[in-house]
């Protein structure tokens, strides 16, 4: 990422302990699972958590590793 937006977080990332930075990605990384979940939910209705759970994999995994692990469920 580049331009105003990067310039900005740079500062505050450089102040941030490791612990803080990992806390917070580890934040970010929850919210987007959370965004990506609601976008399958609008397209595809209500799934079982089992369900929910194999198409956030079948989006963040590369396929080759879904698949080998998953087959094509």
Do not use: C, K, W
């Amino acid at each position: 990422m580049t331009g105003r937006r990067t310039d900005r977080q740079a500062p505050i990332l450089r102040r941030m302990t490791p612990d803080q930075r990992l806390s917070a990605a580890a934040a970010l990384r929850e919210s987007n699972l959370r965004l990506l979940e609601a976008g399958i939910r609008a397209r595809e209705g209500r799934l079982s958590a089992g369900r929910m759970r194999l198409r956030v994999l079948a989006h963040v995994l590369p396929r080759g590793l879904f698949d080998r692990f998953y087959g094509s469920a």
